[in-house]
């Protein structure tokens, strides 16, 4: 089952119907009134499902999607519309790759069968993560960041998690061993903040290499700027730093998972 879903509408009381019946049905549900609110829960924790109402004031449904989807490919999202569905929901969906566009609905079963079939899927992964577990010395990560600390807790964590883990201090160091090594990165974490070589040309010369290589961004302070130019090089998402190394765990297993597929 699912740990955790994060709840977006700028209604209380549609809030207060979501967190009362997901957490009766075990999950653990965390309820924000906007999108933006959204955006910044998402800085700290990667939920592993999102539901977004569509009609929210400022940023709505559809454009927090975007803006998720630029940093988290991976990561489940349902949008609910107030009214029926409209036929150009289908486009949306297939562009954001997103699990459904729901019609919010308290008064019939409808909706929420809909809801715990998306969230249903999860509770069938166990075979998923069998397979990652048994592949998991096969994966080769590269971590690169100045900050030798950094570069200590996230190799020690891997190694632990049964990932190969290669640290190297700068972007010119990680090109060297991408351009000799005879074994290739699946992922690299990628400070953006470095002397030399900062993040973001490192990320371009990698993409350059070889443009399989996924790439998660480090960063100790989130800009937007930045975070976007990442995205159009073709970063696959982001954390910010210190890394919660549950969600890095997460997001490395989503990318594993997304490979395979």
């Known amino acids: 089952m699912f740990e955790k879903i994060l709840v977006a509408d700028d209604d209380v009381d549609v809030r207060g119907r979501f967190y009362e019946i997901l957490s ?15 955006l910044l829960r998402l800085t700290e924790e990667r939920p592993s499902l999102i539901i977004l109402d569509r009609d929210m004031p400022g940023l709505g449904g559809i454009d927090t999607a975007k803006k998720i989807r630029e940093f988290d490919k991976g990561v489940k999202i349902i949008i609910l519309f107030d009214r029926e569905v409209e ?11 997103l699990q459904g566009i729901i019609k919010k609905d308290f008064s019939t079963p409808d909706m929420m069968q809909q809801i715990r079939s998306v969230l249903e899927e999860g509770e069938q ?24 600390e950094i570069r200590e807790v ?31 990165p699946q992922i690299v ?8 070589l900062d993040g973001l040309a490192t990320l371009k010369e990698i993409k350059n290499l070889d443009d399989s290589i996924k790439i998660v961004m480090l960063t100790s302070a989130q800009d937007e700027y930045i975070m976007e130019e990442a995205a159009r090089l073709g970063a696959s998402a982001y954390l910010l730093k210190p890394c919660d190394l549950d969600n890095l765990d997460r997001l490395i297993t989503s990318i594993v998972f997304q490979k395979k597929e």
Do not use: H, W
């Open 24 to 38: 009766s049905l075990g999950y653990g549900v965390t309820c924000v009134p906007t999108g933006k609110e959204a």
């Open 87 to 97: 036929k150009e929901a289908e486009e949306i969906v297939k562009d954001l790759n």
């Open 125 to 148: 992964s166990g075979l998923k993560e069998d397979l990652l577990e048994k592949s998991k010395g096969s994966i080769f990560i590269l971590i690169v960041d100045d900050n030798q």
């Open 154 to 184: 996230l190799g020690s964590f891997l190694a632990k998690k049964g990932y190969k883990a290669l640290k190297v201090s700068s972007g010119e160091e990680a090109l060297m061993k991408i351009k000799t090594e005879i074994e290739k």
């Open 189 to 196: 974490l990628l400070d953006i903040r470095m002397p030399g």
